[in-house]
């Protein structure tokens, strides 16, 4: 179960909800230059603000979210600042694992893990083992992630089955995706003030809900979550379609998308 942390907000009610948040976590490098800090105190600030995160959109009844922590272009960073994200990583499961499970939470990873060091590794597997069974709310660790990579993989998966090509579907390559089985991401946010999507996830936010806003991830607070997704309730979702009432206009009645 979750609880409601006491330093937050009362929590607003909204008409619709996503089912799925996804956030691209940026900002933390500018967040400590901002402070006179190294980018290293800026990827700490930002390890500690995913948890309230994480029990603000459970309180929310939102039901997987996808963090994206390491993208498979950070790779290019400098060693050390690799290095330290890396152990950050690790250092957030070490910290938070037990809490996260009794508070329900199963915990994904989503990435090749492959290329992360083998305690990571480790970590991360223990991690996912752990938290299995839990139903509360799904978190996908997006860590060494890219979204090409995760479509070139899918296609892989595809050809090592011997799956024909007119069998080759969209709904072929969902299913062989990391995030096959799950909904798509309805809302899709990124801090840090860019409007890019940085190869997060390309194929499954097609449909996505983006919401750019220009805090810097370390800031990313409870009112936060609540402000993306009182406009998230805001939006008409079309799906390339017609409303209900014939209309497009987003004055018209809920498209009804999300349940
Ligand atoms: C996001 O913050 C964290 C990672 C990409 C790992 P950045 O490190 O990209 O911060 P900025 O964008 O330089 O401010
Ligand atoms: C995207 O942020 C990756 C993560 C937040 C993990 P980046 O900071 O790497 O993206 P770019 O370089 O600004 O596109
Ligand atoms: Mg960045």
């Known amino acids: ?136 709310m799904i978190v996908n660790l997006a860590f060494n992630y890219g979204g090409r990579a995760d479509i070139v993989s899918a296609v892989q998966r595809l050809i090592a089955e011997g799956v024909p090509a007119e069998r080759v579907t969209e709904e072929a390559i969902t299913a062989r995706l990391a995030t096959a089985g799950l909904p798509e991401p309805d809302l899709l946010i990124r801090t840090g003030g860019e409007r890019r999507v940085s190869n997060f996830l390309v194929w499954q936010s097609s449909y996505s809900e983006y919401y750019f806003t220009d805090r810097q991830w370390p800031d990313f607070d409870a009112a936060a979550v609540d402000d993306a997704l009182l406009e998230y309730a805001q939006r008409r979702r079309r799906f390339g379609r017609v409303l209900d009432d014939g209309s497009r206009d987003p004055g018209s009645d809920e498209s009804g998308a999300n349940d």
Request: proline share 6%; hydrophobic share 35%.
């Open 1 to 136: 179960m979750v609880v409601t942390s006491q330093t937050a907000p009362p929590l607003p009610e909204l008409t619709s909800r996503p089912r799925h948040v996804a956030i691209i976590m940026d900002g933390n490098g500018r967040w400590a230059n901002g402070r006179g800090l190294g980018r290293s105190e800026g990827h700490r600030a930002g390890a500690e603000a995913i948890r309230p995160v994480i029990e603000r959109l459970a309180e929310h009844g939102v039901e997987v979210l996808t963090l994206f922590g390491f993208s498979t272009e950070n790779w290019g960073r400098p060693r050390a600042e690799v290095q330290t994200i890396l152990r950050l990583g690790g250092e957030f499961i070490d910290r938070y694992l037990e809490e996260l499970h009794q508070r329900g939470v199963q915990l994904r990873h989503l990435g090749d893990p492959e290329r992360l060091p083998g305690v990571l590794q480790k970590k991360v597997r223990q991690a996912v083992e752990r938290t299995a069974h839990n139903d509360r």
